[in-house]
């Protein structure tokens, strides 16, 4: 039984040091360029070809400059995103109702040496956290 451990423990290690004896220059060839070099060559930058000339011509279409239609309608689009005092006031997430529970506590004795307690009523509210609603789904006041 010894001999088959010690067999399987060596296989382990000339596993192990046959996979750290490999070259990365064999595996991971990558020749003399950069990747500023593979990058200009993928978007033909400056050499003038036909692909270089759709991608500068698509970039064009999209540096556009505003027209005067474009500037009177943003202040219209920006105004459903804008935080005024008119819409923070509006809740999207209304309150549950949480009701209060009254508990009384009858006259009782505490402590390691006994002390009297009078009776006494508190209030604790029927959930431990604040509930919400979902949007739409709770629109009634309570």
Known sequence: MPSNSIKSLVL??????????TNKEDLLTHGDRTMQDIWRQQT??????????????ARQSLRRPLTDADIQAAPAEQARYTRTAANEI??????????DLVMYVFPHLAGSDPVPVPG???VFPLY????????????ENY
């Open 120 to 122: 006494y009523s508190t």
């Open 128 to 139: 431990q956290r604040v509930q919400y609603a979902m949007p739409g789904e709770r629109l």
């Open 90 to 99: 509006q809740r999207q997430f209304h309150r549950l109702p949480n009701p």
């Open 44 to 57: 033909a930058d400056g050499d003038g070809s036909a692909v270089g000339r759709q991608l500068l011509d």
């Open 12 to 21: 382990v290690l000339v596993i192990a040091t046959a996979g750290c004896a």
